[in-house]
């Protein structure tokens, strides 16, 4: 079974540009979740999103925003890029159950690099 | 949004000895989760708890669901210089489906 993959592995982007960041969740996962680490850092999280809508956002500003497809996909998009963006953006997806325990996985991330 | 409190924050051992770690979250869960990060990478699942008291082994890594719900333990036996790496924790609240993380503890192998 394929786990979660994200693309481009690598972004290079300069200030003011937007990004789109994309993941495929495991098959049979509903839920896709967005983290941002910066260099040396914890895991932030940004976003949450399940059978298509936003559950939960995390502290950061509205230039960060996604959404999730019908295949359960996803995609976050980062506008007027500024510097202190550069960080690995890791989705992770996990099965949600009405109360039920849960794992999430995680996927390689991708590299945003804001020249 | 909730951070949990994982310690030591880093740690510096010889080969062969022992690692404990831990963290500590102020509501209480009903998943806890323990990750390694390699550098550059995403992080890996490494247990998986979903029991108060649960004790769970993945070669010579143990964790433990504290009885208060509020806790979870990882040891690493005869660390070996491969087991550098981040180790996190995350945690599920009961009432909801969001997941926190612990800020991290950086082991070092020494050989």
């Known amino acids: 079974e394929a786990g979660v993959t994200q693309s481009p592995t690598h972004l290079i982007k300069t200030r003011g540009q937007q990004a789109t960041l994309r993941c495929s969740p495991i098959s049979g996962h509903t839920s896709v979740y967005w983290y941002q680490q910066a260099l040396g850092l914890g895991l932030q999280f940004l976003l949450w999103?399940?059978?298509?809508?936003?559950?939960n956002r995390g502290n950061f500003p509205p230039r960060f925003s996604g959404r999730q497809f019908p295949n359960y996909s996803s995609e976050l998009n980062v506008n007027a890029l500024e510097l202190e963006d550069s960080a690995l953006y890791l989705c992770?997806?996990?099965?949600?159950?009405?109360?039920?325990?849960?794992?999430?996985?995680f996927g390689p991330g991708t590299r945003l690099t804001v020249l | 949004g909730q951070q949990l409190n994982q310690s030591p924050q880093s740690m510096f051992i010889q080969e062969g000895e022992d690692v404990s770690m831990n963290c500590t979250s102020s509501s209480i869960f009903n998943t806890w989760l323990w990750y390694k990060q390699d550098p550059g990478e995403g992080p890996v699942l490494l247990i998986a708890l979903y029991k108060a008291g649960e004790l769970t082994s993945n070669g010579r890594l143990t964790a433990q669901f504290g009885i208060t719900r509020k806790d979870s333990f990882l040891n690493i036996s005869a660390s070996i210089p491969s087991d550098v790496g981040i180790y996190f924790c995350?945690?599920?609240?009961?009432?909801?489906?969001?997941?926190?993380f612990g800020t991290g503890t950086s082991l070092t192998v020494i050989p």
């Open positions: 995350a945690g599920q609240e009961a009432t909801g489906n969001q997941f926190y």
């Open positions: 992770a997806s996990s099965r949600v159950g009405s109360g039920r325990s849960d794992t999430q996985y």
């Open positions: 999103y399940d059978e298509g809508e936003e559950r």
